[in-house]
């Protein structure tokens, strides 16, 4: 039974940072064989894909957050962490980290399909 908990969100002004983290547990093979991404959802929008690493580093970015964030994972810790720079009043969402199936390496635009396990979320609010 996969566990994966997120933390780091919370209340910033447009321009300030965040960085978030998400804690791995219970993976059966080892975690570097399973790609990690970050989603978010805004209140009445479906949930978006943000960022995807895969377990050898490999990254990939949606459009709107393209060189503002930043995906990075220790496979020896079996974490996961989002650095949000520049943030927007848009980026207004709970982000969730998830991870991938195995054998999946989720290409652009992600799709929660492609991801089975799921955190409970931790709230960005990001203020103009």
């Known amino acids: 039974q996969v566990h994966v908990v997120e933390s780091g969100g919370g209340s910033v002004q447009a321009g300030g940072s965040l960085r978030l983290s998400c804690r791995g547990s219970?993976?059966?093979?080892?975690?570097?064989?399973?790609?990690m991404g970050w989603f978010r959802q805004a209140p009445g929008k479906a949930r978006e894909g943000v960022a995807v690493i895969d377990g050898d580093g490999s990254t990939r970015y949606e459009d709107s957050v393209k060189g503002r964030f930043t995906i990075s994972r220790d496979n020896a810790e079996i974490t996961l962490d989002l650095q949000m720079n520049n943030l927007k009043p848009d980026d207004t969402a709970m982000y969730y980290c998830a991870v991938a199936g195995l054998f999946i390496r989720p290409r652009l635009p992600l799709r929660p399909v492609d991801f089975g396990a799921w955190g409970q979320g931790t709230q960005v609010t990001v203020s103009s």
């Open positions: 219970g993976f059966e093979y080892s975690y570097s064989r399973y790609s």
